[in-house]
């Protein structure tokens, strides 16, 4: 048994040999995305993981990558934005796996409308900072409800509005009304001068 070493004994990755046909891989930070971009060794375990898993869309908005049972977590979740929800998070060889089953034509993900959010954002879309969970703000409507460490609930209202925006500009162009239509009309002028007001 031979293990698989990347610079001295502290940063071994937990890679062995099991036999002439099977390998054990751990994908923690030692084998990540970023780590394959600057270590050959890395990227070549990485290609072979992601050449053989297998991909499929899991409850609408995720997909269910699986490494097979030499992989260790054998099974990862992606959200359709491409975060994984394992420690590595968007720097997992999964999102690099769903990324390549995406190009190749497989069934993409459903998106969720603007404004509903199936779980907090790893980043406020208004401002990019670190945002969390706030369950005052969750709704059936919205769906989780999350604040962000620079705005707070600011940014999150404002997400709302720009999504409502966009939502009854697209309704009034399907229905083609201009809504500017609706703006305060003029007095109506009454024929041979009669006023409602005064009769």
Same mark, same amino acid.
């Given at each position: 048994m031979?293990?698989?070493?990347k610079?001295?004994i502290?940063?071994q990755?937990i890679?062995?040999?099991?036999?002439s046909?099977?390998i054990?891989v751990?994908?923690d =930070? $030692?084998?990540?995305?970023?780590?394959a +971009?600057?270590?050959d060794e890395?990227?070549k375990v990485?290609?072979?993981v992601? +050449? *053989?898993?297998?991909v499929?869309?899991?409850?609408?908005?995720?997909? +269910?990558?699986?490494f097979?049972? !030499?992989?260790?977590?054998?099974? =990862?979740i992606?959200? =359709?934005d491409?975060y994984?929800?394992?420690? /590595?998070?968007?720097?997992?060889?999964?999102?690099?796996?769903? $990324?390549?089953y995406?190009?190749? !034509?497989?069934?993409p993900a $459903?998106?969720p +409308?603007p404004g509903?959010?199936?779980t907090?954002p790893?980043a406020?879309?208004i401002c !990019?900072?670190?945002?969390y969970? *706030?369950p005052?703000?969750?709704?059936?409507?919205?769906?989780? !409800?999350w604040e962000c460490q620079?705005?707070?609930?600011?940014c999150?209202?404002q997400?709302?509005?720009?999504?409502?925006q966009?939502?009854y500009a697209?309704?009034w162009?399907w /229905?083609e009304?201009?809504?500017?239509?609706?703006?305060?009309l003029?007095?109506?002028d009454?024929?041979?001068g009669?006023?409602?007001?005064h009769?």
């Amino acid at each position: 048994m031979k293990p698989f070493y990347k610079g001295d004994i502290q940063d071994q990755l937990i890679m062995h040999e099991w036999g002439s046909n099977g390998i054990d891989v751990c994908l923690d =930070h $030692r084998l990540s995305n970023s780590e394959a +971009r600057v270590n050959d060794e890395v990227k070549k375990v990485l290609a072979s993981v992601i +050449r *053989q898993a297998i991909v499929k869309p899991f409850h609408d908005y995720y997909y +269910r990558v699986d490494f097979g049972p !030499g992989v260790r977590p054998q099974y =990862h979740i992606v959200s =359709h934005d491409f975060y994984c929800t394992c420690a /590595l998070e968007a720097d997992c060889a999964a999102v690099i796996a769903v $990324r390549m089953y995406l190009r190749d !034509g497989g069934e993409p993900a $459903r998106m969720p +409308r603007p404004g509903y959010f199936l779980t907090v954002p790893h980043a406020c879309p208004i401002c !990019g900072s670190r945002a969390y969970y *706030q369950p005052k703000l969750s709704s059936k409507n919205r769906g989780i !409800g999350w604040e962000c460490q620079s705005g707070g609930k600011k940014c999150y209202w404002q997400n709302e509005l720009a999504a409502l925006q966009v939502a009854y500009a697209a309704k009034w162009k399907w /229905l083609e009304i201009d809504p500017s239509a609706f703006k305060k009309l003029p007095l109506f002028d009454f024929k041979d001068g009669y006023d409602p007001d005064h009769d």
